[in-house]
C-alpha cells in the first residue's frame, strides 16, 4: 500500500472533496483539462493541481472551494457503490469487535463495493492477507475499482474470489488457519458451518445484518452448532451535536440503525463452555414455516438494476484510472529525482 499519498501537493488524477457555497460538497477526480459546472460558475481542476492539501480556490464567478484530499470515511459515503456499502460507524465497530489486527489472516464475504474492505486493509497492514469473496463479478469488479482508487493500488495482502464462501472457503484455507472472519451477506447462517471448520480455536466470526428477524435466525444457528460462544449483539448509533458559542444541542438529524453486529469465538475441538452444561438445550424458537418466509424480499433486500450497476462499474474504474495516473506520476518524478543531471 505504498503507493497511497494521504498528503502533499494535488496532482494529475487525485480525488478531491471540494466544499462549496452552502456546504455542498463535490468529489472529482483532477484532469488537466477538467471542469467542475455547478450553479455558481466553473472550477477549473488545473487551478488546484499543485496546490496543497486544504487550500481554498475560487471558480469563475469568484465562489471559493476548500479543497481536501477526501478521507476513508468521505472516500466510502462517496464512491461508486454496487451493493449496500458499511457505514463508517459500524466498519469501526467490526474492526474492535472482531479484534483486527496487524498480520491477521482475515475472511470477508461479501466484497459488496469494498467500503468495509478498506478498513480491513489497513487494520492488519502490510503483514496480513485479506481474501474477499463475493459471487458477483460486477461488484467484485465495483470493489476493485475503489480500492485502487483510494489506495492508489491494488495491495499484494488482498485477494478477491469470485464464487460462494461455502463451496470456495476450504479450498482457499486449510482447517484452522483463518483468525477472523467477516459476513455482510442475506443468509449468513448459510455459512456458519464452514466458516467453523476453517476458523482457528479462539478465532471470531462477525456478522453483519440488516433486521431483527435476520439477526435472531443467525443467534439461533450458531447456539445449535454448539461449535461457538454464545454470541453478541448490538447496534450502533451516532448523533452529531451542533457546538456554536453557547448554543449547544444535538443535531436535528442523526445516523440512526444502519445493520446489527452479531459476534462469537470458536471453541477448541470438543469443548464444551461451563454456562451450557448447566441448562438443558433448547429447541430452535422457529419452526419450518419460520423457514419459509427468508426470501430476499421478505426481509428487505433490494436489488440494483443491471444499467445502473454498469454505470456504477464505469465511474468506479474511471476512478480507479485516474489514481493509476496519479501512481504513474510520482514514479515518472522519482526516475527524474534520482536521474544523474549530468546525462
Sequence with gaps: ????????????????????????????????????????????????IGLPDGSVVANSSGNEYLALRPLLRDFVMSMPRGAAIVYPKDAAQILTQADIFPGATVVEAGVGSGALSLSLLRAIGPSGRLVSFERRDDFADVARANVETFLGELPETWSVVVGDLQEQLSTEFSAGTVDRVVL??????????????????????????AT???????????????????????????????????????????VAHTGFLITARRLAPGAIPPDVKRRAAKKPSYGDEDVELWTPGAVGDREITDKNLRKRVREAQRAAGGARLAASGDAEAEGTEGADPSA
Design 184 to 209: 455482510d451477506m442475506l443468509a449468513p447462517w448459510e455459512c456458519i458451518d464452514a466458516v467453523a471448520e476453517a476458523l482457528a480455536p479462539g478465532g471470531v466470526v462477525l456478522c453483519y445484518i
Design 1 to 48: 500500500m505504498s503507493a497511497q499519498r494521504p498528503s502533499g501537493p494535488f496532482r494529475e488524477g487525485d480525488r478531491v472533496q471540494l466544499t462549496g457555497p452552502k456546504g455542498r460538497m463535490h468529489t472529482v477526480t483532477l484532469r488537466a483539462e477538467g471542469e467542475l459546472h455547478t450553479h455558481h460558475g466553473v472550477l477549473r481542476h488545473r487551478d488546484l
Design 212 to 254: 431483527a428477524t435476520q439477526l435472531s435466525r443467525v443467534a439461533e444457528y450458531v447456539r445449535g452448532t454448539g461449535l461457538f460462544t454464545e454470541p453478541e449483539s448490538s447496534e450502533t448509533m451516532v448523533r452529531g451535536w451542533h457546538v456554536e458559542g453557547l448554543a449547544v444541542r444535538p443535531d436535528h438529524r442523526m
